[in-house]
Every structure is written in structure tokens, then in C-alpha cells.
């Protein structure tokens, strides 16, 4: 006999037995808030591992009045030699309007059975007003401006800075580039040659061509002319090309004798003939005249003391620029217009977020 009230309640503790193998559990971090105040629910189940177990998802609310901000990730835990799986979640609620909220039981889905959480309770104040002192009460504070702060302005002052020196580098290279001259000139110093040899080598080529011979007499007399004005101007310091013969001479007479500048004279009134009177001069009066030319550079040139350092002049020399200059020069261009873009819209965005 006893053994059969054995078997009964074994069979009958069964059921009991396969219940308290899934728990589920739901606590909560402050069941008192106030208005617009945040706490946490976290709910915990318990059961054998290898089960399907299903967590209930709220989108909003709760129940009314209580809504849910977020709910974050579930966290698990094998207990027992892995025999055991625990997992743990939780739900961030808060409410805004002051009451007594029962939160009814969580159903939890393990396999295809439903479990329930013990329900909880959630209590809600309202912010205390004591209206028999309506003086205290203030109403919404003006909007404040930040304190200034030279940390904050750093950068905008490095790029006004360097706007002015980039906007005159974006400039200059701007005009070279279309001007096609080279960045940098090179620039060499050679020693300066004395009029007198400048005007007797360019004599020595006009004697060469003998142009005169060929019937290009004005041609002949026009480089004549020209080398003896050149030679005038930088023995004597006037600019003879920009004088015309008898202004020339009368020039001269300041510091040369008349008998000297006969020959002299005679040249340039057979040139003027030449060229403004189509004059035919003979073929011994242009030697002549070419004669007379050279004898007037040696009787008047400047004594060169052979023991002088010769006076020095500067001779520019430009070079073209080459294709892989151009692209440099042309990427640097694009380069500093992009900064200076930037560094407008900055300093703008800065000064009117500042202003405003």
C-alpha cells in the first residue's frame, strides 16, 4: 500500500518538477521616479540548454503611461558544465505622468510553452509646486552666449594670416603663367664693354655686307648712322637717338672743336639725303663716309686704363619654361585657390556663427 501512494506522488510532483526546470524573473532598479526620470527592468530567465526561448519585444509602451526608451542587448550565461543557459535583458522605461503603474507579468515562449515574470509596480511623482508662493516661480532662462575664448580662434587667425601672402603668391604665379615667363630669372654678370669697341665692331660688319655696293644705299646709311648715334650716346651721355642730326652736332660742339666734327656733319647730311631725299651718293663717297665714321670713334674714345677692373653689368637671361614647370606651376595655382576657398568659407562660417 505505501508503495502505491509512492507512485502517485511521484507522478503528481512531475509536472511540478518540468515547471521549476524554466524561471523567469523581472526586477526592477527603482520602483520610485520622478516625472521624465529613467530606470531599468531586467529580466532574467533560467532553463536547460538547447531550449528555444523567446524574450518579449515592447515597441512603445508597457502598458499605458509607461513607455520603453530602449531595449538593449541580451546577456547570456551558461551555468552547470553548460547544462544551464541564463540570459538576461534589459528594458529602459520612464514615464511623465505622476501615478501608481502596475506592470502586469512578462510572458517569456520557451519552446512552445508560455512562462510569466512576477509583476512589478512602478510609482511616478510629480515635481512638488508650492503655490502659496507664486513669487518663486521663474520662467525660462534667456539664451546665454559662451564666454569668449582666444583657443577657439586659433584657426581662424592662422588662415587670415596666410590669405594675404597666398592671395599675392596666387597672383604672381597667375601672372607668369600668362605671361609665360619663368618663375625665376637667372641673372649673370659680365664684365662692360667700352663704346668705342661696341661701335667699331658694328662698324666692322657694315663694312663686311658693303650693302652701299648692292644699291641698298638707305639700308647702308641707316646702320651707319645708327652704330655712330649708339656710340654718341654712350661716349658722351645724350640720347642722340632720339636727336636729330644738326641737334647732334650742335651737341657735340660743347665739347669737340668744329674741325673735328666736319666729317662728322657731312655723314649725317648725306644720310638725311639718303633717306628723306632718295639721294644716289657715289660709290667713293660712301667709303669715304665710312672711313670718316671709324676715324671719328678712335679720335674721340674714352682712354680705357688697362690695369682697371671693368665695370660690371647685369644681363638678364629668360628661359623658357619647360612642360614639367608648367604642370608644377598650373598644379600649385589649383592648389593655393582651393585653399583660399576654404579658408573664405571658414572665416565666413566662423564670424556669422559668431555674430548670429
Known amino acids: 500500500m505505501k508503495r502505491i501512494v509512492f507512485i502517485f506522488l511521484l507522478f503528481g510532483c512531475l509536472p511540478r518538477l518540468a515547471a521549476q526546470s524554466v524561471q523567469v524573473n523581472a526586477k526592477m532598479d527603482s520602483l520610485q521616479i520622478l516625472i521624465g526620470e529613467q530606470t531599468g527592468i531586467t529580466l532574467e530567465v533560467s532553463a536547460d540548454a538547447g531550449r528555444t526561448i523567446i524574450l518579449p519585444l515592447f515597441a512603445d509602451t508597457i502598458v499605458s503611461g509607461v513607455e520603453v526608451v530602449e531595449t538593449q542587448k541580451p546577456d547570456s550565461e551558461f551555468l552547470n558544465n553548460g547544462n544551464r543557459l541564463v540570459i538576461k535583458q534589459k528594458y529602459i522605461i520612464t514615464s511623465f505622468d505622476s501615478a501608481l503603474y502596475y506592470l502586469p507579468p512578462m510572458q517569456v515562449k520557451v519552446d512552445d510553452e508560455m512562462y510569466e515574470s512576477n509583476p512589478l509596480a512602478l510609482k511616478v511623482y510629480s515635481f512638488p509646486v508650492d503655490t502659496l508662493h507664486p513669487d518663486e516661480f521663474f520662467g525660462p532662462k534667456d539664451i546665454l552666449n559662451p564666454p569668449f575664448v582666444w583657443s577657439d580662434w586659433y584657426l581662424t587667425i592662422a588662415f587670415s594670416v596666410l590669405l594675404f601672402p597666398m592671395g599675392f603668391l596666387l597672383y604672381y604665379l597667375l601672372k607668369r603663367m600668362m605671361d609665360n615667363q619663368p618663375i625665376i630669372r637667372k641673372v649673370k654678370v659680365e664684365p662692360k ?4 669697341e661696341v661701335a667699331l665692331q658694328e662698324l666692322e660688319r657694315i663694312k663686311e655686307e658693303k650693302a652701299w655696293q648692292k644699291g641698298m644705299q638707305k639700308e647702308y646709311y641707316t646702320d651707319l648712322t645708327e652704330a655712330l648715334r649708339n656710340y654718341l650716346q654712350g661716349r658722351f651721355g645724350f640720347n642722340a637717338m632720339e636727336m636729330t642730326s644738326s641737334e647732334i652736332i650742335d651737341k657735340l660742339l660743347e665739347v669737340k672743336d668744329e674741325t673735328a666734327l666736319a666729317e662728322l656733319r657731312g655723314l649725317f647730311q648725306t644720310s638725311d639725303l639718303v633717306k628723306f631725299a632718295k639721294y644716289v651718293p657715289l660709290i667713293n663717297e660712301s667709303d669715304a663716309n665710312l672711313l670718316h665714321a671709324v676715324q671719328f670713334v678712335n679720335n674721340t674714345k674714352e682712354q680705357v686704363d688697362p690695369n682697371a677692373k671693368p665695370e ?29 576657398v576654404i579658408a573664405l568659407v571658414y572665416i565666413g562660417y566662423e564670424l556669422y556663427y559668431y555674430v548670429s
Open 193 to 196: 664693354r667700352p663704346a668705342h
Open 312 to 340: 660690371p653689368t647685369e644681363i638678364t637671361v629668360i628661359e623658357k619654361r619647360p612642360l614639367r614647370s608648367k604642370l608644377l606651376l598650373g598644379t600649385a595655382v589649383v592648389l593655393i585657390a582651393i585653399f583660399m
